[in-house]
């Protein structure tokens, strides 16, 4: 069993801050990368941003969020955070972890859900 749980999303004033948390446990051998998406009403899901598990961690993000957003992780919590500064409107969205782990030593690697959480950005 593997679970995931988000926290941190709320309602907040453009220009504010927010971060987001995703935390993994359960059957867990290792974890090779993390993501964060999100989903705004009458939209497809996109990635906002992601981060490698290995070394110092390579990181993606989109457009929209670069300057804005910053991924990090913790690898001994199994953790993933998204620090959102500047917020826009825009953002509102449903925040979504993808965290792509393996159970077993020679397991493939599968990604795993979080429930999402609700970011909501008034103008």
């Known amino acids: 069993q593997v679970e995931l749980v988000e926290s941190g999303g709320g309602l907040v004033q453009a220009g504010g801050s927010l971060r987001l948390s995703c935390a993994a446990s359960?059957?867990?051998?290792?974890?090779?990368?993390m993501g964060w998406y999100r989903q705004a009403p009458g939209k497809e899901r996109e990635l906002v941003a992601g981060?490698?598990?290995?070394?110092?961690?390579?990181?993606n993000y989109a457009d929209s969020v670069k300057g804005r957003f910053t991924i990090s992780r913790d690898n001994a919590k199994n953790t993933v955070y998204l620090q959102m500064n500047s917020l826009k409107p825009e953002d509102t969205a449903v925040y979504y972890c993808?965290?792509?782990?393996?159970?077993?030593?020679?397991?493939?690697?599968?990604?795993?859900w979080g429930q999402g959480t609700q970011v909501t950005v008034s103008s």
């Open positions: 993808d965290v792509q782990l393996r159970r077993h030593y020679s397991g493939p690697y599968y990604s795993y």
């Open positions: 359960g059957s867990i051998f290792s974890i090779n990368y």
């Open positions: 981060i490698t598990s290995g070394g110092s961690g390579s990181t």
